[in-house]
């Protein structure tokens, strides 16, 4: 099974900060990687598909890199419905794998 | 609008089985891989199971393989996840998901909780 570590598991920060989220894959996964929000309560969101597309909808603020076994999900300035928890999905290869996610927490 | 609404969840003794349920609108239902993901209460994200979009092929997590069985009807429009010999840590809220085309996730349900305790 690929792994995906995520880091880090959880983060402070401010309003107006820029965070970066980083998932490593065990293997290459090419750009089969997305990366989700989810607030409590609610199913996850997905915010960035193919490693680097943002979704139709979600703010320019958030944006994606990476490809083969490193990938980053960075916030350019951290809005107050942005403290909650973001995963990264591998789906190159089954069993689809997620990171073990970063809450994000604020300062 | 893509809907998906799961059902069929509750509380269920070690051992035991359940049907989960997932009704599907908003897209042409028979061209889409759909998926089961559950969540165990405070903790991450676990890909459970997978069908094609005409049921040909099923894929499972290991830790899942041999007790779940995902099934579709594509004329009701519903995916169905069957639970067997079902343990504590099987306890979780279950998403109904559906793949894109790319075989990521754009739209879940709500979920459906699943408790196994005597």
């Known amino acids: 099974d690929i792994q995906m570590t995520q880091s880090p598991s959880s983060l402070s920060a401010s309003i107006g900060d820029r965070v970066t989220i980083t998932c490593r894959a065990s293997?290459?996964?090419?750009?089969?990687l997305a990366w989700y929000q989810q607030r409590p309560g609610t199913a996850p969101k997905r915010l960035i598909y193919?490693?680097?597309t943002l979704q139709s909808g979600v703010p320019s603020r958030f944006s994606g890199g990476g490809s083969g076994t490193e990938f980053t999900l960075t916030i350019s300035s951290l809005q107050p419905e942005d403290f909650t928890t973001y995963y990264c999905?591998?789906?190159?290869?089954?069993?689809?794998?997620f990171g073990q996610g970063t809450r994000v927490d604020i300062k | 609008e893509v809907e998906l609404v799961e059902s069929g969840g509750g509380l269920v003794p070690p051992g035991g089985s359940l049907r989960l349920s997932c009704a599907a609108s908003?897209?042409?239902?028979?061209?889409?891989?759909m998926a089961w993901v559950r969540q165990t209460p405070g903790k991450g994200l676990e890909w459970v199971a997978a069908i094609t979009d005409r049921g040909r092929d099923t894929h499972y997590a290991d830790s899942v393989l041999g007790r779940f069985t995902i099934s579709r009807d594509n004329s009701k429009g519903t995916v169905y996840l069957r639970l067997n010999s079902l343990r504590a840590e099987d306890t979780a809220l279950y998403y109904c998901a559906k793949e894109t085309w790319i075989h990521d996730f754009d739209s879940w349900g709500q979920g459906a909780l699943v408790t196994v305790s005597s």
């Open positions: 999905l591998q789906h190159n290869r089954y069993p689809w794998t």
């Open positions: 193919a490693a680097s």
């Open positions: 908003g897209f042409t239902f028979s061209s889409f891989t």
């Open positions: 293997q290459g996964i090419r750009n089969d």
